[in-house]
């Protein structure tokens, strides 16, 4: 049983680091990183977001969202999207 329970926290702090990892490389590139303030994991509100960004002509390579977190190339496109979503 305590083999499982390490396996699981081993892997808690994989993800954990993986996306702390993410968030500093877009923080160095000089990216804008918000927190999305819905739950990124409903079908609904991962279509509204995308149809947004769509509709705001924000290309797939100037946006990356992992985790709750979306990280804009633009900080004026991080701007709207708080104003838009939060």
Request: one cysteine or more.
């Amino acid at each position: 049983m305590i083999d499982i329970e390490q396996e699981y926290i081993d892997k808690l702090a994989k993800d954990m680091a993986d996306s702390i990892d993410t968030e500093v490389l877009y923080n160095a590139m000089g990216w804008t990183v918000v927190n999305i303030p819905h739950p990124w994991y409903i079908p609904s509100v991962r279509n509204s977001l995308t149809d947004w960004l769509k509709e705001n002509k924000i290309e797939y390579h100037e946006y990356h969202c992992w985790d709750s977190r979306i990280a804009f190339k633009e900080g004026s496109d991080a701007t709207f999207f708080i104003l838009r979503w939060s």
